[in-house]
């Protein structure tokens, strides 16, 4: 039997290194982190972790404009969304405390006074006062891996946060450049709606010269008249777009200062750097770690509920039997020692560990998915900012061509030599390539705006 007994405590401790109750977790080997930018068309993998990388410029670096960044620091200080993220911080760092103040006793003061008389006998006065203790041992790493695991959720609510600022920022850019399109297209329409009437005016003095009829003066009001239903479209637009901006940034509903379009500045080359870069600037991707790293550290304690509970407690003080306070009658002292080993708990225990290794295997997979989701979003804002940026470079090029076809269409028909559909096609054409050209050159910025939330949002 004492045999038994010596064997015990070289069989527990055994079975707690099979079990690493005590085992930090470690980032897992991912292989597909090494072809996140496969696809990417333009040469960017091989450049080494530097400033040069849009992923460690801060947002200021990326949005040069003052009103944008104006506007980006009111958001960041009164949009709800990330204020109730900062909120959930405060929760997962008091969570955290109580579970580090876990490893200390917990005390208790108890005070309990009492009154008895038997038949005939004086009134009997009894007190106690004491300080009780209690302290559970940890062993076999229950509240370790808690404080552990609390740890992990306090950096998945940082990294939540850190994602809402991210999201938050890329939004009001978007919304920003959105606004200044849209001012682009209305001012160039407002334009058109100038040549137009010179148009109308032209054709009506060419039709009391007889070189041309009615229909041609009747086609152009009508295109005139299109253009002017587009100018309303894009005031209501530009209005929407302001109510939705203001409301992001926390504010009632108002006219908001803004820049050009045509006066925004941006990197010619832009540089995503090497695919680990993900891990550390993504949100998004250190939040699933962190889910990770919590989902090990709630495995680790299923295991550890297998094995037994050891909690001192103890008790000071003094009593009294007397009619006064004055001279206790003793001092109290107590200690006790207790160990409680879980045999049958009809299979929760089994259950839960089970569960709990479900759950690991579930954050790992979505860990996974980050980094594939996390490379998508990479190589389609590079595609993006690429395309839109050759696409304006056309629209340039189309332009100058189309003013150039007016110029002459409307020389010829003036000497007879064309007549006035080529004219209002050409000047058609114009007007649906300047707005192409602002809504390419929006493509292009919000190609930028992508690849900086794509990367993480930059460092702070």
């Known amino acids: ?41 333009i040469d960017t993998t091989a450049i080494s972790v530097d400033n040069t990388s849009i992923g460690y410029m801060s947002w200021r670096a990326v949005f040069t404009d003052t009103l944008l960044q104006h506007w980006i620091e009111r958001g960041l200080q009164h949009n709800t969304d990330l204020q109730i993220a900062r909120l959930r911080v405060e929760q997962a760092e008091a969570t955290l405390l109580a579970s580090r103040l876990a490893f ?30 209690s302290w559970e041992l940890d062993v076999f790493g229950k509240q370790l891996n808690a404080a552990r695991g609390a740890e992990a959720a306090l950096e998945q609510t940082k990294a939540y946060r850190q994602a809402v600022r991210t999201q938050l920022i890329a939004t009001i850019a978007d919304s920003y450049f959105t606004l ?9 329409s407002r334009r058109t709606l100038d ?11 060419l039709k009391r010269a007889g070189k041309t009829n009615e229909a041609a003066v009747l086609q152009a009001k009508a295109n005139r008249l299109n253009v002017e239903g587009s100018v309303l479209t894009l005031e209501r637009r530009i209005i929407e777009q302001e109510n939705s901006l203001s409301v992001l940034l926390g504010m009632a509903p108002t006219m908001l200062h803004r820049g050009k379009l045509t006066n925004q500045v941006f ?16 949100p998004d991707v250190r939040q699933a770690e962190y889910a990770l790293a919590e989902a090990f550290y709630a495995t680790n304690a299923a295991h550890a509920a297998f094995y037994p509970t050891i909690r001192l407690s103890g008790s000071a003080g003094w009593t009294n039997n007397g009619a006064t306070l004055a001279n206790p009658a003793g001092w109290l002292l107590e200690a006790i020692g207790s160990l409680v080993q879980p045999l049958f708990n009809q299979g929760t225990n089994i259950a839960r560990l089970k569960i709990a290794k479900a759950q690991q295997e579930e954050a790992l997979l979505l860990f996974r998915q980050s980094l594939l989701d996390a490379g998508a979003e990479v190589n389609n804002a590079l595609v993006q900012w690429q395309t839109a940026r050759k696409r304006f470079e056309i629209d340039q090029k189309q332009i100058v061509n189309l003013k150039a076809a007016i ?5 010829l028909m003036k000497h007879g030599s064309a007549n006035y559909l080529e004219v209002l096609t050409a000047q058609q054409n114009l007007l649906q390539a300047e707005l192409m050209q602002a809504s390419d050159q929006y493509d292009e910025i919000q190609g930028v705006i992508s690849l900086f939330h794509a990367l993480g949002g930059g460092m702070e």
């Open 1 to 41: 039997m004492k045999r038994i007994v010596l064997l015990l405590p070289t069989i527990l401790l055994l079975s707690l290194s099979g079990c690493n109750l005590y085992t930090q977790y470690k980032q897992p080997e991912i292989a597909v982190v090494d072809s996140l930018y496969q696809r990417i068309p």
């Open 104 to 133: 200390v006793p917990s005390v208790d003061l108890s005070a309990q006074g009492g009154l008895s008389q038997r038949t005939g006998a004086s009134l009997n006065k009894s007190y106690t006062i004491a300080a009780d203790a």
């Open 180 to 188: 200044l399109m849209l001012d682009e297209q209305l001012d160039i």
């Open 195 to 205: 040549t137009w009437e010179e148009n109308i005016r032209t054709l009506e003095a």
């Open 267 to 282: 990197p010619e080359e832009l540089s995503v750097g090497i695919p680990l870069q993900l891990l550390s600037f993504r």
């Open 407 to 411: 110029w002459n269409t409307k020389l």
